[in-house]
């Protein structure tokens, strides 16, 4: 009789099989690894040759994620992107988990856990996409022996974005600084009032910031183009703390998955976990308010830095119902 579990504990996860009254426990960081160590431990009990992840052998998703670092992505448009995603991957499966031990259950899994944290399903195939990557090189390279079958992307139909409403920004503010991350506060309003992209606030240093212009300049973009914008005095509030004193240093002091995770810690303890809230969410959001306040599409292209109308499409109709006061002064025979 086989009787295997995975659980957590305050000390992190544990792998707990019993193969007829024969016991064996194994620790891991996430419940990734431990799934993985269950199923190794099972065939241990059970006299089966051990996979290559039992054996340490294999690749692990932190030298997989460096092989496709440097051999797919290093020095094209979207290498930043990838590796973000790439790490995110890696984070939640574990960093020294074999890569041969991914299979498509585990991905099927971790793919539920990002829709249940507000991914949109773009940005799920997206990460996907770079854990295939992974996979792919590692496998061309010798490094496992195939590239599993992983699930078919999601559909990416139109569907309504998510915004965050006033009052949850200022929940979400308020749980940061009660949990003694100020400066996180202040990032979500950056973020909100400046439809910046996460890698475009990341990259900000205090030179590229003019606190008696109210505006600020970002230099490396998703379309190669450097931007200024004007900022609002909320922006300019949030900003004023954390423009650093060395110029060229960093203005905030997060990484994506810092923030991301904090972000996560917020949601549930102010009652909005599972809401399809995230870091890009805030982008969303500042351009909606734009376009449904009657901001011309032009402007909304310039202040976000997207770089074609085809990628403001979905704000097109809030622009139109903004123009009602035009079939008032139509109307108006006076």
Known sequence: ???GSVRKTKEGWLADVTVAGRRKVGRAATKAEALVRRKQITEELLG?????AATGTSFTMMEALRLSAAIRWAGTKGERTAIINAKQ???HFGHHTQLASITAPLVESWRQQLKRDGNRPATINHKISALRAMLSDAALHGHIPSIPALPKQLKEGNHRDRVIEDFERDLLCRWFVQAGQPAAANLLVFLLETAARWGETERLRGVDVDMKGGRV???ETKNGKPRTI???RRAIDALRPHVPAVRSHRVWPYSYLQMQRL???AKAGTGLEGEAITLHTCRHTCATKLASRGIALA?????GGWSSLAA???YMHLQTEALHTCITALEDDG
């Open 48 to 52: 089966q040759q051990p996979t290559a």
């Open 230 to 232: 004007p900022l609002t």
């Open 1 to 3: 009789m086989t009787i």
């Open 312 to 314: 403001c499409q979905r």
């Open 299 to 303: 402007q909304l292209m310039a202040f």
């Open 89 to 91: 991957a890696a984070a």
């Open 263 to 265: 972000l996560e810690r």
């Open 217 to 219: 300049t970002f230099w």
